[in-house]
């Protein structure tokens, strides 16, 4: 066998335990002679994977009992529309927050829905830091406030979280179980799993059960939230597989210490790459060191030709999936949970080479 660094934005490296894992449950998970993708999801032993799932994550993000967890189809960008139609029913507005990509897509769907504010925007700058709270112009009557917590594209992170009075939604499709965070500040919390949770197929929904039950009349069944919690998120048939390796994630935060564990490698991790790259003028990363995330490092080298000399190079030593997204070109590493601290102290060691040989 052998696997790559692999350093890709999503679907990204998910923890070789938790493959080895799958692996050999394979094809008789807990001695019922069937792979977990091939039984009934109302059966009692996916029914357990659900619950077991669920209560995994809210162990690791101590998520209260005033809260849904819901596990849907449709990745975050179900959620662009879903949001709106759930939690700006009876207040047909909400406040955004524009700090690059996703936001801006989240933007857009959710204009189709309700009365969008954007109360600040990062493009005039080019998405290198989070506006100023103090500039922000939120509106008196308004039912949510959306913020993108880590943008993937960009590497824009917020590091502490706006508390202004009306309940607050992020998109943490990059960031969730990287770092602590205070669940009872959100209304609202949802993530594509992709990333930090599991293969793809499913969106984690963390939202406060006050906020739910005033969905908009033509919210279709499968995107409302209160008719997802009655069903156990089991309205249809929901992925099951991914659920379950979701699952098996969690119990390998949990074994790993947990969330704080994991915050400090991924601290450690993000400092390491972003002192390679400050140091000297051979590398730049385009956003304000007091915004760059902990999750996804852009960066550039002064020629596009150069660049791809060092993703040719970064291949031929067993380093995959650094180009940076196709709308911005350059580099971007990727170093969510799953990436060891090893491999990060591999690409710095091959980017000082590279610079040794071209700087
Ligand atoms: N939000 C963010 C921050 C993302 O990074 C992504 C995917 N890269 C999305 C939303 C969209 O997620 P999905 O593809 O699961 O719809």
Redesign the pocket.
Known sequence: MSRVINFS??PAVLPLEVLEQAKSELLDFRSSGMSVMEMSHRSALFLEVLKEAESNLRLLLGISDNYHVLFLQ???????SALPMNLASAIPRAEYVDTG???S??IKEASKFCDVNVVASGEEDGYKQIPDIADWHIREETAFLHI??????GGVQFKTFPSLGIPLVA????DILSRTIEVNEFGAIY?????NIGP?GL?IVIVRKDLCGEARKETPSFLNYSVQAESDSMLNTPPTYTIYLAGLVFSWLLEKGGISVLEKENELKANTLYRAIDDGDFYSCPVDPEFRSNMNVPFRLNTEELEKLFLERAEENGMFNLKGHRSVGGMRASIYNAVPVSWVEELVSLMNDFENEYG
């Open positions: 934005a999503g449709g990745g975050a960008t179900a959620q662009f990509s996703w936001s897509k989240a993108c917590s880590n943008e993937t594209i998109d943490m499709s990059s993530a594509g799993a992709q990333k793809a969106a």
